[in-house]
């Protein structure tokens, strides 16, 4: 298009555009019209990061400061239980006679063993569920307890301990006052057992002075690694 | 050709939308937490209590 043409057809198109700009309509709505999409657009380039970065930092010292007062807390927790485990030395090795590492299924067959010599009782039989002795086991692999062992249960339920069962069944044969005295003492013992079921019958029927005792029991041991 | 009345409401929905963008921003950014995980398992409460009645048992308990 020729530039004198173009001149001509743009001061048209001002002449008529000119007098309605002058229009009280026409500003109020160019204003309004302006005014809300100049506060978007800083609104979306401006403000937002803006605002966002504020409140994240302001976010960011309140998580902090909330973690400081924990880890204080949790600071002094352990200084207390630096002081308790201290009071508690001593009996660190029959707390870990009670609960060991290991099944350790040799020293509980000794126990057993002495327990029943003790009482003056016989132990004719003693049934281990298969136990992994060496490498890494998991409850899957040993059975456990049932649900009428409620000590045990209760440390099972527990979310972050992985007390695993040691399941084995015991037989005694003696006089009924001294196999009390046994499941007495195996629950009395310097290991964690629990006793699911016992049962008792007699020896012999012309015999009714001996009996035997049969237990399903769980011994426990606690792998910490 | 787009009239006034198409631009006023352009501009309003614009502005309400860029208004929602900004606050959904600012409650984003409130409620997400800026504690790492490691922090969280830092913080984990620690109870130093032991159970007295547990350790007393253990003592009384038979030496077989």
């Given at each position: 298009m020729n530039p004198n043409r173009q001149l001509q057809f743009w001061r048209k198109r001002y002449a008529e555009v000119t007098p309605l700009l002058k229009t009280r309509r026409v500003q109020a709505y160019t204003m309004i019209v302006l005014s809300l999409f100049t506060v978007s657009f800083f609104g979306m380039l401006a403000v937002r990061p803006t605002l966002e970065t504020i409140t994240t930092l302001q976010k960011q010292i309140e998580d902090r400061t909330l973690v400081n007062q924990k880890l204080e807390q949790k600071i002094n927790a352990l200084i207390t239980a630096q002081a308790e485990y201290q009071k508690i030395a001593s009996d660190i090795p029959a707390i870990y006679n009670m609960l060991?590492?290991?099944?350790?299924v040799t020293s509980l067959i000794i126990k057993l063993e002495e327990v029943a010599i003790t009482q003056n009782v016989s132990l004719t039989n003693l049934d281990f569920s298969?136990?992994?002795?060496f490498g890494t086991s998991d409850v899957a692999q040993v059975p456990v307890a049932s649900t009428a062992a409620e000590p045990a249960k209760d440390i099972l339920a527990?979310?972050?301990?992985?007390?695993l069962p040691l399941s084995f069944s015991v037989t005694f044969t003696g006089g009924y006052q001294e196999l009390v005295n046994v499941i007495t003492q195996l629950t009395r013992m310097n290991r964690i057992v629990t006793i699911e079921s016992a049962d008792i019958q007699s020896a012999d029927a012309a015999q009714s002075s001996t009996l035997i005792v049969g237990a399903t029991t769980n011994a426990y041991y606690f792998p910490l690694e | 050709m787009i009239n006034q009345k198409d631009l006023l409401v352009i501009s309003i929905f614009t502005f309400i939308t860029v208004i929602f963008w900004v606050v959904s921003g600012v409650y984003h950014a409130i409620v997400?937490?800026?504690?790492t995980e490691v922090q969280e398992e830092l913080i984990?409460?620690?109870?130093?209590?032991?159970n007295a009645e547990a350790i007393e048992n253990i003592r009384s308990r038979s030496n077989l």
């Open positions: 060991p590492q290991q099944p350790n298969p136990v992994t002795v527990a979310e972050s301990t992985i007390v | 997400t937490s800026q504690i984990t409460p620690l109870n130093p209590k032991l």
